[in-house]
């Protein structure tokens, strides 16, 4: 017979190390409140926060992750959650016609 190892489950929460992205350091928001970049509600995305994304040299990596990590929350590289989700729709159709 194997050798089996079995997980145990306690009730205490595992930590996790969450390791920020290198580009994160650059970042222009990091410097501002972190309740700008998580409006509430439609339309709450404010001029001063998409002016701040514009300006900072780190914007497409943001985008990026967000997009890569299927973020739902927030601001990210200057696009809402919508926005993101029509950049995606569109790399898909464009990878979808690459293919055939």
Known sequence: MKNVTF??????PTPVRLTPEPWVEEALCA???PDAWFPE???SFNARVFATCMACPVREQCLEYA???NEQHG?????T???????????AQA???RDE
Request: no cysteine; proline share 0%.
């Open 81 to 91: 959650l919508q926005q993101r989700r029509n950049i995606l729709k569109k790399r």
């Open 41 to 43: 509600g439609r339309g």
């Open 67 to 69: 997009l890569k990590n």
């Open 31 to 33: 410097e501002t409140d």
């Open 95 to 97: 990878a979808g016609t």
């Open 7 to 12: 997980a145990t489950w306690t009730d205490q």
């Open 75 to 79: 601001i990210w590289g200057a696009k």
